[in-house]
């Protein structure tokens, strides 16, 4: 009942297992299936992440595996990636939905694309609670305003208005990337699985207060701070004007090298990512100090470095402090208890989720200033969630995951 016309990829891919299951799936790793896999139900869909029924499924999977953290367990598994879990579980085709109840055992499996309407229902006849808790949360699926500038002015990685004495032109080989600035370059760069690959990186250009573009590596870089302490930097092309620029402003002449080194030397301890320290969310762990790019980002050192800790945020909107302590992979206490988060989502033009919200997730004291946000921010897309659900997401990440967390095309 639940198997709509997939086409020929669906065919494809049927066809290729049935015929050829050790080219299909031959190349897997085994996926990492946690400890605590008997304590809930648990729902494993088994897949490819290039079978066109299964792409169909991964948006369904990710927001059940969000909405229904702490009810039922949600896993995928690429059978592509690794035949050996084909075999144990039996499968004939993909993508192929385990319904497992609490103790492990199968209580229904269902071969094809199955909706979430379905899987939701299918629960229920299964006799399992689905009370989700963020029903009643603030939702925006697209802007509540048009974007109000055209692509070319918005910073690839923050979104932000791209102003021409900042700018820096990445001019890769396959793609040329706009960023709002050296620092916004140097996320982009942290961001990158193989950094230094000529593919990925390019030919890098910035600008100068001129609006000339200036090969990075042959300018020189004035490094200070702005009125308000915000670290800031302007590229030169010659020595003169930079050193004018260092006498009326306190600050550090550096070169390329020298200024990535400064630019790299923070990191955020689930992604890796650089983040300047006033930027970053602190996070504890036991003596153990880190910083996280974002309040999800500082959840998810629990999940990296499979410890408890302790985070401090401020509220997006009051700038009010919370505090967020955690123990054994959950929520071990909230300051203040009425605390939530926004799970930002970043959508294209066409109104389809390109990647998770980097940049824009938040946390608030309570839905009320969460709501309010919103509304002074009507381009943010995206969900009210627990901060439960925020960390039952990043603790069901498997190690593999984790190293890829905000990597560029590698975001879920
Ligand atoms: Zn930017
Ligand atoms: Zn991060």
Known sequence: MNTPHIGRNFLNCLLAIITANTLCLATLQAA??????????????????????????????RELNTELAGRVRVEFIDVWKNPAAAKTHGIKLIPTQIFYGTGGKELYRHEGFLGKKDILAKWRELGVDLTV????????EIPAEPAPRPQAQICFMCGGKVNAPDRVLVKGQKEQRILCSPH???IFYSSLTKPDEPLELGEVLVTDASGREIPARSALYWRGQDKSGRTTIRAFASKEAATQTQQ???????SWDELKAAELATRCG???RAVYPQDAISVKAGEQSLRGCCPMCALGVAARLQKDIAVEAKDALTGEILKVKTAGGTVASLEPKTMVAWAGEKKGPDGHRVSAGCFHQAWFANAANLVKWAGLHPLA???QITIEAALAEKMSLTREQIGQACKLDKCP
């Not at 990492?32 to 991964?58: F, H, Q, W, Y």
């Not at 808790?133 to 925006?140: I, L």
């Not at 009326?248 to 550096?254: I, Q, R, S, T, W």
């Open 32 to 61: 990492e299936i946690s400890s605590d896999t008997n304590s809930l139900p648990r729902l494993v869909d088994l897949g490819a992440d290039k079978c066109i029924p299964c792409k169909m499924m991964a948006p369904i999977l």
């Open 133 to 140: 808790t963020d029903q009643s949360g603030f939702v925006r």
């Open 184 to 186: 916004c370059y140097f």
């Open 248 to 254: 009326a402003e306190p600050g550090n002449l550096v």
């Open 270 to 272: 689930f992604c890796d």
């Open 381 to 383: 897309t995206g969900r």
